[in-house]
């Protein structure tokens, strides 16, 4: 793939207070709710949320009692923290229903270990996935989006630690503009914060947002930015720009369950098969195939094999095996793209079938990991996550020669 010698390059991230993450959240805190009960259970949870207003829909199926879903959608409300009477969006105050119904048996029969195709669990749909990872930052991912989503984990923790930031509320966006030099990230060259804040603390939300900047982000990349120069023209710095983010969250604009997949995987630098992550169970290799995809990457990269590197995977539902794989390191690479296809298909170091994939990540017993936490700021370059183990590059370089 050609690479143009110097690019601008452009991510952005969204907070767990955003409408779509907040439906995101919800939807995986139905699914740990069914995993703790019975971890073979499928689920495919879709969620609206608008105006003090909760919409479960989609397909359950599990052994034992069921979850309180309102409970729970109350409760996960409240701890990101639309919990504060007179708001538009208040976790006591919600409107809740619940139109969850059962798994379609023709579904159910594609993924059961007894009935698939091969005899072995089936993909539980048909699709391409993705993964990636390069050699850009500590965890692996893209500058744009990885700096993007750390100030907004920080103005979070701020606001939930300490109480004078309590005017910060829940929703944020953050989008970061990088130059590249030779395929790697030399400077800011523009940044965008928006925080939702009480009324009548605008001065306070940008002076708490300068104070993240100059914490998350390495004074290399920051200077084409004047961080003096907020909201003026050629600044190139821009904190609540249009002046007042009071009314956010759910009450601001609608959510709904899926929507930030490009948030939620590479900001756009690695490519994605159109599968959202949220409400699905490990069955649907939407999910699982992803997270394993990027551990297959991560350690990739972190063994020398390229300094970019995006695997594609095919599957048909109900067969166990993958249909194709596609390895491609940009012109990175030291080693032939064909010989890590080929360990791919052996099931050399690793092994993407379903069942295999959800047994070596841990995915339908999360330990020290919920979905749900997957879903407040996406799961990849996080290192609290399965998927983001380093434990293959040793494997990888003696079976590459690297």
Not at 144 to 173: N, T
Not at 277 to 287: L, W
Not at 324 to 349: C, D, H, M, W, Y
Request: proline share 5%; net charge negative; glycine share 10%.
């Amino acid at each position: 793939m050609y690479m143009p010698k110097s690019f601008l390059f452009t991510s952005e991230a969204v907070s767990e207070g955003h409408p779509d993450k907040v439906c995101d959240q919800i939807s995986d805190a139905v699914l740990d709710a069914v995993l703790a009960r019975d971890s073979r259970g499928h689920v495919a949870c879709e969620t609206l949320a608008t105006t003090n207003y909760v919409a479960l829909a989609g397909e359950v199926s599990f052994q034992g009692e069921a979850p309180d879903y309102e409970k729970l959608v109350r409760q996960t409300v409240s701890e990101i923290g639309y919990d504060r009477p007179g708001e538009g969006f208040q976790a006591s105050a919600l409107q809740i229903e619940n139109r969850l119904h059962k798994q379609s048996a023709d579904i159910a029969r594609g993924v059961s270990e007894d009935t698939s195709i091969t005899g072995e669990q089936g993909a539980g749909d048909q699709g391409i996935m993705f993964g990636y990872a390069c050699d850009e930052t500590p965890a692996y991912m893209p500058a744009p989006l990885y700096y993007a989503k750390k100030i907004l984990r920080r103005l979070s923790q701020l606001r939930r630690s300490q109480p004078e930031y309590d005017f910060l509320r829940p929703d944020a966006k953050s989008q970061l503009t990088f130059r590249y030099e030779d395929g790697q990230p030399t400077a800011i060259t523009s940044l965008v914060v928006s925080h939702q804040h009480q009324e009548g603390t605008g001065d306070k939300v940008r002076q708490a947002v300068l104070q993240v900047l100059q914490e998350t982000l390495p004074q290399s990349f920051l200077r084409e930015v004047d961080l003096r120069r907020v909201n003026q023209r050629g600044g190139q710095l821009y904190i609540n720009p249009t002046g007042n983010f009071v009314i956010g969250g759910p009450d601001g604009d609608s959510g709904v369950t899926g929507r930030k997949i490009i948030v939620d995987t590479y900001g756009g630098a690695g490519r994605h098969g159109g599968g959202a992550f949220s409400g699905k169970d490990p069955s649907k290799v939407d999910r699982s195939a992803c997270y394993m995809l990027r551990r297959i990457a991560k350690n990739l990269v972190a063994a020398g094999a390229a300094r970019r590197c995006e695997i594609q995977v095919a599957y048909a539902i109900g067969v166990t095996d993958p249909l194709a794989f596609n390895v491609n390191f940009f012109g990175t690479g030291s080693v032939p793209e064909e010989k890590v296809v080929r360990l791919l298909q052996e099931r050399k170091i690793f092994d993407c079938r379903p069942a295999q994939i959800s047994q070596e990540l841990g995915l339908l017993t999360p330990q020290g990991w919920s979905y749900r936490q997957s879903a407040a700021y996406g799961p990849f370059g996080w290192e609290e996550f399965p998927w983001e183990r380093l434990d293959r590059v040793e494997a990888l370089k003696d079976a590459l020669g690297l």
